[in-house]
């Protein structure tokens, strides 16, 4: 489990950034160009039609066999990358950076033996450790579940792109939505319209959806070296996490 509670500093590192930025002193240390996106994901219709993630099954088995990732996970990466595209198109998302990202979280939703449903629910669900202050980790409060308990329970990241809940409440959608209802959320960054439209960390269609638009929040344009690496220190500010999303995301795009 890498993300914990890292996912909820993409502001502070914004601010960080901001302040350094008045400081006088520019870092000229090269920034390793970012992965490659993995070549173009094919055009699909995204209005209402059933199974729209079955437009991608072709595309989805080559990469399958070669990359020895699920289909099924393929298919959530391919569709994200698709609908951001049509949403943010100055993002450049690459559907090997979602890949990458995956593979370094939850090694595409097969952590502890879960597998991916037909209609992308992940069982059982993945979580991480309890963000109590132990072992390093942050201490982050879910404030939903200590409201209905009672008493104060730890937040855990949640499913195959481990979302924190406060992050998953900003940033969750329910991907197989028509994109018309979508659209607003999507082309503005903004939180889904209605808890319905939130969908859940544990559907890989949703959670690679809800991980492609914060990272576009994030980073702007991911096809430049400062973006992609700022967009990956926002999901997990760490170093060490940039570089095994770079090292596995490069190896999905050979």
């Avoid at 998302?93 to 991916?116: D, Q």
């Avoid at 319905?196 to 809800?210: F, H, K, Q, R, V």
Wanted: positive net charge.
């Amino acid at each position: 489990m890498r993300i914990d509670a890292r996912l909820a500093l993409a502001t502070s590192i914004a601010a960080v950034s901001v302040s350094l930025a008045g400081c006088g002193t520019i870092d000229r240390t090269p920034v390793p160009a970012p992965p490659g996106t993995g070549g173009p994901v094919p055009a699909i219709r995204l209005d209402a039609v059933e199974h729209k993630l079955d437009q991608l099954r072709d595309w989805s088995q080559v990469r399958s066999v070669k990359y020895g990732i699920p289909l099924r996970a393929l298919q959530a990466y391919g569709y994200a990358t698709v609908v951001m595209a049509k949403a943010q198109p100055n993002c450049h998302l690459g559907w090997t950076t979602l890949a990458g990202i995956a593979r370094v979280e939850s090694n595409h939703a097969r952590f502890g033996g879960a597998t991916i449903a037909a209609d992308g629910s992940v069982r059982p669900a993945i979580r991480g450790v309890a963000l109590n202050g132990t072992g390093g980790n942050g201490v982050i409060v879910d404030p939903g579940a200590s409201a209905s308990t009672g008493h104060t329970v730890y937040a855990r990241a949640m499913g195959p792109f481990q979302f924190i809940p406060d992050t998953w409440k900003r940033w969750g959608i329910r991907a197989d939505a028509d994109y018309t209802v979508l659209a607003d959320a999507l082309e503005n960054a903004k939180p889904a319209a209605t808890t319905a439209l939130s969908g859940s960390p544990d559907n890989i269609d949703d959670a690679a959806l809800a991980a492609a638009r914060y990272l576009c929040a994030a980073g702007g344009d991911l096809a430049t070296a400062r973006g992609w690496r700022q967009a990956i220190l926002a999901y997990n500010h760490s170093g060490v996490y940039v570089d095994q999303v770079r090292s596995a995301a490069t190896g999905y795009d050979a």
